[in-house]
C-alpha cells in the first residue's frame, strides 16, 4: 500500500538532485536510508538529527466538497444546516469540525464562510486540505 507524503519544494529539489534517470522520490528515499543504515553504529541508539527549521507553509489549499461541487454542496448546506469538516495538515496531523450553518443563507458564500473562519490563516497553520461534507460518513478517516 503506497502513502502519499507532502513535502516542501526546498526539500523536494534536495531528493531531485540524487535521482538518476528513471528514479522515482519513493527510489532517491530508499537509497538515502540504505546509505544511512549501512553507516550508522549499530550499537549505538542512532537517529536522525530533526531539521532545524519547521515545515514551509503549504503554497495551495484543496478544498473537497460532498456532495461534490460546491453549488451542490451549498444546496445541502442550506438544507441542513451543519456540515463537517476534515483539516489535512503537512505535519501529518488533521483536525475536524462541526460546522453550524445556522445563519447560513441562500445569498452567503461557502468558500467565503470558510476561508474568514474554519481556515483563516490555513498557511501558518499548515492546513493543505479541507474535506467539508454534509454527512460524516463522507470524510475520509
Given amino acids: 500500500m503506497s502513502q502519499v507524503i507532502r513535502i516542501p519544494e526546498n526539500l523536494f529539489k534536495r531528493l531531485e538532485k540524487h535521482a ?20 550508522s553504529d549499530n550499537s549505538q541508539n542512532t537517529h536522525l538529527a530533526r531539521p532545524t527549521q519547521d515545515f514551509e507553509p503549504p ?24 456540515a463537517y469538516i476534515l483539516l489535512h495538515k ?3 496531523t488533521s483536525e475536524f469540525k ?5 445563519k447560513f443563507g441562500p445569498h452567503s ?14 498557511k501558518n497553520k499548515g492546513i ?10 463522507d470524510i475520509s478517516s
Fill in 20 to 39: 538518476q534517470g528513471f528514479d522515482t522520490p519513493a527510489n532517491v528515499i530508499e537509497k538515502i536510508l540504505t546509505y544511512y543504515e549501512g553507516h
Fill in 59 to 82: 503554497s495551495s489549499l484543496e478544498i473537497i466538497f460532498y456532495p461534490e461541487g460546491e453549488n451542490n454542496f451549498k444546496q445541502a448546506l442550506l438544507e441542513k444546516k451543519q
Fill in 90 to 92: 503537512i505535519d501529518g
Fill in 98 to 102: 462541526v460546522w453550524n450553518a445556522s
Fill in 109 to 122: 458564500d461557502v468558500t467565503g464562510n470558510l476561508r474568514t473562519g474554519y481556515l483563516r490563516g490555513w
Fill in 128 to 137: 493543505y486540505k479541507a474535506e467539508v461534507a454534509i454527512e460524516k460518513a
